[in-house]
C-alpha cells in the first residue's frame, strides 16, 4: 500500500477542495487523510508519534468523557478541524519542486554573505519551507558540521519567516485557531518581527562575534520565485478579500510549483515527487490531526466545566499577551510542538473575545521564536541530526536571541495592537 500512500496524500488536498463547494464529501477527505498516517506508521518518527499518542489519548479520554455528560461536538469537530490545515502541508510540499541547484562551486565570505545567506534562507524558505534548511545546510557543511554562526542565521532566518509567509503552516494554524483573525492585519507586525529578528542575528554575527563566515552562493533570480508566489497572494487577497486564504494558498502553491518546477521533463518529475518525496510529510498529517482530536477533547471540557476554564474576569490586555507569549515560547523550547501549546490556549482566551488578530499574533510569535531557538523543535532537531549540532550549544546561541524576541514581540503588540 505505500506506493499509493503519496496519491492519498493528494487526494486529500484535492477531496478538501471539492468539499468546499460541497461540504458532504469532507467525510471522503477525512477517511483519506486518517488513512495516510495508519498506513506509514512503521516509518513516522519517533518523537512525533510518541507526542501523536500522547495527543490522541489526553484527546478521546476528553472526548468519551465530556460526551458521557451530555457534550458531543460532532465528527468534523474532532476528526476533521485540521483537515484546511493538511491541504495547505500538501499544497505547499509542491514547491520544493521549484528548488535551484547550487549556483556556484565557491562560497562567499564576510559580511555580505551573512547578509545574503539570511536573506536567501528567510525568502526561499518562506515559500519552499523546510526542505531550504537541507539546501542550504548540505551545501555549507565542512565535514557534515556546521559552525555555530550558520548554524543559527539558517534556524532563526528560516523560522522567522512564520511572522509573515502565508506559505507557512504557522499562518493556516493562526488562521485555524484564531477564525476571524485578518491575515494583512498581522502581515505589517510579521514583517517587521522577522526584520528585527533577521537583522539581531546580522549584527551578532558581523559585529559581535566577528568570525569569518562562509556563506551561501545565492542570486537573486533565485529568489524571484518566492517573491512572484508571495505576491500574488497578497494581491488576490487585497481585491477579493472574501476569498479563504487557506484555500487561496491550496491552489497558487501546486500551480506556482508546476509552472515553476526545475525537473524535465515534468511528468516524471511530478510522478517521483508523488511516488517518493511527498511521503515525508507523514509526520505532520498524524501530528496535526492528533492536534485536532486533542484541541476538541479540551474545548469539550471547557463546556463541561464552564467554571474551572473561565477566565471572564481577564482582560486580553498586553501584560496578558506577554505572559501567555513567555509560557508558549518556553513550552516550545522544552520540545512541544507549537501546535499543541496554540492548541491548549485557543480554546481558553477566544472566550474573553480577543481581537483575532492580536490573538494570531501571538501565536505566530510563539511558532517563529520557539522553533527557531529550540534544539527540540522541528528545525532544531534537523540541525542536529543531520550537521552533528550540540543542543547545548544550540541553547546557549539562542537563549538571549529568545529574550529580545519575546520583549520585541511584546513591544511590537503594544505599538500595533494598542
Known amino acids: 500500500m505505500k506506493k499509493y500512500t503519496g496519491a492519498m496524500i493528494v487526494a486529500t488536498l484535492v477531496s478538501y477542495l471539492i468539499s468546499e ?16 498516517p495508519l498506513l506509514m506508521w512503521r516509518s513516522l518518527g519517533k518523537s512525533a508519534l510518541q507526542q501523536a499518542l500522547l495527543l490522541l489519548s489526553i484527546g478521546f479520554i476528553a472526548v468519551l468523557f465530556s460526551a458521557s455528560k451530555g457534550v458531543y461536538l460532532g465528527w468534523q469537530q474532532i476528526f476533521a478541524v485540521n483537515l484546511p490545515l493538511l491541504a495547505m502541508f500538501v499544497a505547499v510540499a509542491f514547491l520544493t519542486l521549484t528548488n535551484h541547484a547550487i549556483e556556484d562551486p565557491t562560497l562567499p565570505k564576510g559580511n555580505l554573505a551573512v547578509v545574503t545567506t539570511a536573506l536567501g534562507t528567510h525568502f526561499l524558505g518562506a515559500v519552499i519551507n523546510l526542505s531550504i534548511l537541507f539546501v542550504f545546510g548540505d551545501r555549507l557543511q565542512k565535514n557534515g558540521t556546521l559552525t555555530r554562526e550558520q548554524m543559527f ?10 511572522w509573515w509567509s502565508p506559505f507557512f503552516i504557522a499562518t493556516g494554524v493562526a488562521l485555524t485557531y484564531a ?38 552562493p545565492i542570486r537573486f533570480e533565485s529568489l524571484l520565485v518566492p517573491m512572484f508566489l508571495a ?28 509552472l515553476f518546477m526545475k525537473g524535465r521533463p515534468r511528468r516524471a518529475a511530478l510522478l517521483d515527487f508523488v511516488g517518493k518525496k511527498i ?12 492536534a485536532g482530536v486533542f484541541s476538541s477533547g479540551l474545548k469539550s471540557l471547557t463546556y463541561v ?44 482566551l477566544l472566550p474573553l473575545h480577543p481581537d483575532h488578530s492580536r490573538l494570531a499574533f501571538l501565536f505566530l ?15 532544531g532537531l534537523a540541525m542536529v541530526s543531520r550537521y552533528h549540532a550540540s543542543p547545548r550549544q544550540i541553547i546557549r546561541s539562542n537563549y538571549h536571541y529568545v529574550i529580545v524576541m519575546w520583549l520585541a514581540a511584546s513591544l511590537v503588540n503594544v505599538l500595533y495592537f494598542g
Open 153 to 162: 542565521v539558517l534556524a532563526r532566518s528560516f523560522s522567522a519567516a512564520a
Open 365 to 379: 510569535c510563539s511558532w517563529a521564536v520557539s522553533t527557531g531557538s529550540s534544539p527540540l523543535s522541528g528545525v
Open 279 to 290: 511521503l515525508s510529510v507523514n509526520s505532520q498529517f498524524v501530528l496535526f490531526l492528533a
Open 21 to 36: 463547494f460541497y461540504p458532504s464529501l469532507r467525510i471522503v477527505t477525512a477517511t483519506l487523510a486518517w488513512a495516510v
Open 305 to 348: 466545566y464552564p467554571e474551572f476554564f473561565s477566565l471572564d474576569a481577564v482582560e486580553f490586555s498586553p501584560l496578558l499577551f506577554t505572559v501567555v507569549l513567555c509560557g508558549m515560547i518556553v513550552v516550545g523550547f522544552m520540545g512541544v510542538h507549537p501546535l499543541v501549546s496554540i492548541a491548549i490556549v485557543s480554546p481558553l
Open 231 to 258: 505576491g500574488v497572494v497578497v494581491c488576490v487577497h487585497h481585491f477579493w478579500h472574501g476569498i479563504n486564504i487557506l484555500n487561496l494558498i491550496c491552489v497558487v502553491a501546486p500551480l506556482g510549483a508546476f
Open 179 to 216: 477564525p476571524d483573525m485578518a491575515w494583512k492585519e498581522t502581515l505589517v507586525p510579521g514583517i517587521l518581527m522577522s526584520g528585527l529578528a533577521i537583522g539581531y542575528s546580522v549584527v551578532e554575527v558581523s559585529c559581535i562575534r566577528k568570525k569569518e563566515f562562509s556563506g551561501y
